[in-house]
């Protein structure tokens, strides 16, 4: 069952179990074999990139954010809005806690190239000093050594089960009710959204991801 139907039953399944509430009108996720999956190096680089802005996020001294930039910088390497907050010396909070989140981001990230292990049930935060430590510790050139991408087919079952807890949070929350089970809604959403990306399911750009529940 890897038809997206297929797909879309089994995940049901497996969050109604839980007690989460299920959209059964939630289409399924269908994938543009016109855009292809994004490669290795592009996913490697964007871990970078996200690991860079979050510490910045994370109020890692200015030294630091500087000295990472030189080691990893390369053409491309940040958005046009990545690279404006990294210039400000004097971002607000709020933009400093929405690029301290893309950490999480790199859970799914790190995990869909096989350089973390596992991706745990989003009840919690990820083990972000793991994950710091993973890009902070190796060269990209070892980086992209050691990554292996994940069959399609894994990548999709994931992505589709972050699509229907995103639903599931949104709509508990417009209805101010809570769920059975506990679930951190920054994890579920950042997750969601680098899987999006990876999967390149509409050919959109780091920056244009669509969200919609």
């Known amino acids: 069952m890897n038809s997206p139907v297929g797909r879309k039953i089994r995940t049901e399944k497996v969050v109604r179990a839980l007690g989460i509430p299920v959209n059964k009108n939630l289409p399924p996720l269908h994938r543009d074999e016109e855009h292809e999956i994004r490669t290795i190096e592009a996913i ?14 994370s109020g890692a001294p200015d030294e630091v954010v500087d000295e990472l930039i030189d080691r990893f910088y390369k053409e491309g390497l940040f958005t046009p809005y990545e690279l404006e907050f990294l210039e400000n010396e004097d971002p607000d909070q709020d ?12 859970s799914a ?29 190796s060269e990209r050139e070892d980086l992209l ?17 972050y ?24 994890v579920v959403y ?11 399911l509409d050919g959109e750009e780091w920056e244009e991801i669509s969200m919609d529940t």
Not at 44 to 56: E, G, L, P, Q
Not at 113 to 131: A, K, W
Not at 145 to 161: F, I, T, W, Y
Request: with cysteine; glycine share 2%; net charge negative.
């Open 95 to 106: 933009e400093l806690n929405a690029y301290s989140w893309r950490i999480e981001c790199n």
């Open 44 to 57: 490697i680089d964007r871990a970078i990139a996200n690991t860079i802005v979050s510490a910045k996020g």
């Open 145 to 161: 050594k050691q990554a292996h991408l994940r069959n399609h087919n894994e990548l999709m079952d994931e992505l589709d089960l």
């Open 109 to 137: 990230l790190l995990w869909a190239v096989s350089l973390v292990r596992d991706l745990p049930f989003p009840n919690d935060l990820s083990d972000v000093q793991t994950l710091y430590d993973l890009m902070l510790q």
């Open 190 to 200: 950042e997750r969601r959204y680098g899987l999006t990306w990876l999967l390149n």
């Open 163 to 186: 699509y229907r807890l995103h639903w599931a949070l949104v709509e508990t929350r417009l209805h101010n009710q809570e769920l059975a089970v506990s679930i951190n809604p920054g």
